[in-house]
């Protein structure tokens, strides 16, 4: 698998490489840049991990390993993305070459790390004996194909055969076969419309070639058997299609005539696939008949013959299947009648083949029962005490075909309540006949307990739909929720499914309702809502029923929350119609919520509970991200009321609160709980000044993390300020919050001493401390490094800014200030004085990582120098600012050296 990934990734680099240069041949040149980056990225990242195992392996062999800091190719990227974006070629050749070089440096001493390694691993090796000479039993090559093949191979679940498929065996095999496959439908094309031969000469000509490429690949099995099985595929996928061809042609005008031979090709590829005990052939014949009709270049088939051709296929998988277990087939089967059948007569069914179509679906869905039941049979013999019901395609095709196949005739008479709920009846009568028979076998004896809840839930269906319009919905909800209590109560997996189905079917029923109904049918999403409520909080009352999750539940449960609380959010602000609408809202479902979420900690809730409640907590954000804006005005927010003012701001508080109870759920996931509660204690903070928002939104947090800083002995906190999202957040403020503020120079006294600069100042030392906590959860301390430069300079020099902006009169937040020189000398000196205290200090304390980050806003300068300041040399500004930079930086080589490499860093 790994020679695969590494595949994939070489592949990956070469389709960069490609699209770079054509786009570049087109003059797109943007999307050159943007490969190169990623290009760039991927190849740093591919190096990165192959890094990463050396400081473990030179533990292993007693080597000091010093790796090389990649702090020089982040730079070197920065300067040819600057390069890029001011569109100087001369930049970015300077960036790129600065690039390759520091690149090829760090492969280079990688290298020889490795090989040093290498060496002493040898050296310790020899005193240990030598395990590698001992005998190795013989095995059977043909025994281990054949063990492989009718063993491993049939059991393989369906993602697992792709993964088989694409990765292991001999691929260029693989890519021949879907070439000449390709090539024999553009023949049949060609001979179809252009060839001057008869068309039915044409077509036996192909298809006695494709009969020969088969026999051929029989003859062969024994002896190759990869290759013998692909020449058998050839030739039948040319036979399927050659037959096609003909039909459509109508070279074979007599559709029995055609059924009778594509029969013929059918029980041939059974015999083949039976008689070699291979699944590989069955499923390359299966696929290339699933096909077929896609390849016809003279008319589509019409919705009727298209589903009956694919019964006639199910047909030949039921009759495979039925001898062997080979579930793939019955996966693909079920998933091409689903997807592929099912989008087809949308797309080109009448209403007048509803009869037609109906009988069809019955036929797919009787073939698929006896599918399931024989295939449930096969496993239970083959390892009865090992058998249990695996999620997903294996439920599906067990007991989810039925159900599908009554969604479908459900849709097909959609207003006809009659008629649905006599297929409803039908099918309960079919199961209640399945568990009779079925109920004696005591290896199957859970499944017969499955067939006799699948009865009860068909009958179940029937009441709700009998009754009219709204009240329709509110059944399907109703008994849903009820049938999901009884399957956790009774831990019956199949009933939790089915009844996951009534919910989605009542959801997808409500939207119906809510565009047909003239008046807003709240008393339907009332109930809805309660109903989707009361199965997650049931679900995770006990250990017991929280037992019975898998993961697929719980994304489920996490989508009930969402949808329920969205409900929920429209129906409270249709019940409040007042001033205080949205306040009144907000508060009533934080409050809800909170309630909530300490009713499912006294009952010792567990993750599952975590996931969906975050998940049903987005609406509330939504909401309150819509009420901000709605409520901005000139870069301020004003409120409507001090009522709505404090109602926000409470409501704030309460989704904190939600969030950190409990705190021990930091330790399930940060990423989601840091999110979500800075941006509720933010929504608070942003109701205390109004007239300041830049300033006003980081008030609480900042003094949350202040809190958290001295709590250092409690390790849930560190975690919290850990998380990647809060990182994020924390740069969006200090990148938009200089940018788009409006509110800078309000209560300007002196630099630093005013609000602004004071909140700045915070969060810059905030952002430091927590990329330092970062640096524990395995960030890559060259990005912490830049991360770090860039923020300190963007920072102090906006504090400059506004500074020169209000005594001297300078421009602030405009283009021309690269071109002002009393704006430029500050900034130079600016820099150079933050590297100069940053580098001594290093020195004087052996700190070469902080020394390396001080030398990172040197070559900062430098740039600055060569690229503005080198234009407007004429300036007295101008030659001051390279005088100034030139004496700090002979000051920082006489008293900041840079560390030795063996001291602390």
Request: hydrophobic share 55%; charged share 10%.
């Amino acid at each position: 698998m790994q020679k695969g990934q590494n595949e994939i990734r070489i592949i990956w680099l070469m389709i960069l490489v490609i699209v770079a240069v054509a786009a570049w041949f087109y003059d797109q040149h943007i999307i050159s840049y943007i490969c190169g980056l990623a290009f760039v990225l991927s190849v740093m990242q591919y190096v990165d991990q192959l890094q990463k195992p050396i400081p473990d392996m030179s533990r292993q062999a007693n080597v000091r390993v010093q790796l090389t800091s990649k702090v020089p190719l982040y730079i070197s990227s920065i300067i040819a993305v600057i390069g890029i974006s001011m569109q100087w070629s001369w930049l970015i050749g300077l960036g790129l070459t600065a690039w390759i070089f520091f690149f090829l440096r760090w492969l280079r001493r990688l290298e020889v790390y490795l090989s040093l390694i290498e060496y002493q691993l040898k050296k310790i090796q020899q005193h240990v004996p030598d395990l590698e000479n001992e005998p190795i039993p013989h095995l059977d090559k043909t025994q281990v194909k054949t063990s492989l093949s009718e063993n491993n191979q049939d059991n393989l679940g369906l993602a697992e055969q792709i993964k088989h498929w694409i990765f292991q065996g001999n691929p260029v095999l693989k890519v021949a076969i879907i070439v000449l496959v390709i090539g024999l439908i553009l023949l049949l094309r060609f001979a179809t419309e252009h060839w001057q031969l008869s068309l039915a000469l044409k077509l036996l000509i192909v298809a006695g070639i494709s009969f020969a490429i088969s026999l051929v690949g029989w003859l062969m099995f024994n002896k190759n058997r990869s290759f013998a099985l692909a020449l058998e595929g050839l030739g039948l996928a040319g036979l399927f299609l050659t037959l096609f061809f003909a039909y459509y042609n109508h070279v074979i005008a007599s559709f029995a005539l055609a059924s009778v031979c594509f029969g013929i090709i059918m029980l041939i590829t059974l015999w083949m696939s039976l008689k070699q005990h291979t699944i590989e052939l069955a499923m390359m014949a299966m696929l290339i008949a699933y096909v077929a009709p896609f390849t016809l270049p003279v008319r589509s088939a019409s919705s009727v013959e298209f589903v009956a051709y694919y019964l006639a296929i199910n047909l030949a998988v039921a009759i495979l299947t039925t001898l062997r277990p080979w579930k793939i087939l019955n996966q693909i089967a079920f998933l091409m009648s689903i997807f592929i059948s099912a989008g087809y007569v949308y797309l080109h069914g009448y209403m007048h083949e509803r009869l037609q179509l109906a009988g069809l679906v019955v036929l797919h869905t009787l073939v698929f029962v006896w599918l399931s039941f024989r295939f449930s049979q096969l496993i239970a013999k083959k390892d009865v005490e090992e058998f249990k019901l695996k999620p997903a395609l294996d439920i599906a095709l067990i007991f989810g075909a039925p159900i599908i196949g009554y969604i479908f005739l459900y849709l097909i008479y959609f207003h006809e309540s009659a008629w649905q709920a006599g297929f409803s009846l039908a099918f309960a009568v079919l199961y209640a006949v399945i568990y009779y028979f079925a109920k004696n076998n005591q290896s199957i004896q859970l499944i017969s307990q499955s067939y006799f809840s699948l009865m009860l839930i068909f009958i179940a269906l029937i009441p709700p739909i009998l009754l009219p319009e709204q009240w329709s919905v509110m059944g399907w909800a109703m008994e849903g929720a009820l049938i999901y209590v009884f399957a956790l109560i009774r831990q019956s997996t199949i009933s939790r499914y089915l009844a996951s189905g009534l919910l989605v079917v009542a959801g997808l029923s409500s939207f119906y309702y809510y565009v047909q109904l003239d008046e807003f049918p709240r008393l339907m999403f009332w109930t809805l809502s309660l109903c989707y409520y009361v199965v997650v909080v049931f679900s995770n009352s006990r250990p017991a029923f929280q037992k019975q999750l898998s993961t697929m539940t719980t994304i489920f449960q996490a989508l009930l929350m969402l949808a329920a609380s969205s409900m929920l959010l429209v129906l409270l602000l249709d019940q409040f119609k007042t001033e205080n609408q949205f306040a009144m809202t907000m508060l009533t479902i934080s409050i809800l919520l909170l309630i909530l979420n300490e009713i499912m900690l006294f009952c010792k809730a567990g993750g599952q509970w975590f996931i969906a409640k975050w998940i049903g907590v987005i609406p509330v954000f939504v909401l309150a991200l819509i009420i901000v804006l709605d409520h901005s005005q000139n870069g301020m927010i004003v409120w409507t009321s001090t009522f709505e003012q404090i109602g926000i701001a409470v409501s704030g508080l309460l989704l904190f609160l939600f969030w950190l109870r409990p705190v021990s759920s930091i330790r399930f996931e940060k990423e989601a709980l840091s999110l979500g509660a800075l941006s509720s204690l933010s929504l608070t903070s942003l109701c205390l000044i109004p007239s300041m928002p830049y300033i006003s939104v980081v008030i609480l947090p900042l003094a949350f993390a202040a809190w958290c800083f001295w709590q250092k002995e409690h390790e849930d906190w560190n975690r919290f300020w850990q998380a990647r999202s809060s990182l994020a957040l924390m740069l969006i403020w200090i990148v938009c919050s200089q940018l788009f503020t409006v509110q800078a120079f309000q209560g300007y006294l002196l630099p630093i001493l005013n609000p602004f600069d004071l909140v700045s100042i915070a969060i810059l030392a905030s952002f430091i401390w927590m990329l330092s906590l970062q640096l524990k959860t395995g960030l890559d301390r060259g990005i912490v490094a830049v991360l770090i430069v860039l923020s300190l300079l963007w920072l102090s020099s906006y504090i400059l800014l506004r500074a020169l902006h209000v005594y001297l009169g300078t421009p602030y937040n405009a283009l021309e200030l690269w071109q002002d020189a009393t704006v430029q000398l500050s900034f130079t000196l600016l820099w150079v004085s933050l590297a100069l205290i940053t580098m001594s200090y290093a020195s004087k304390r052996q700190i070469r990582s902080m020394w390396i980050l001080g030398g990172s806003i040197l070559v900062i300068v430098t740039l600055k120098l060569v690229l503005l300041d080198l234009s407007h040399i004429g300036t007295l500004m101008r030659v001051i600012s390279f005088l100034g930079a030139g004496t700090v930086m002979l000051v920082i080589a006489y008293i900041a050296p840079i560390p030795e490499l063996d001291e602390r860093s």
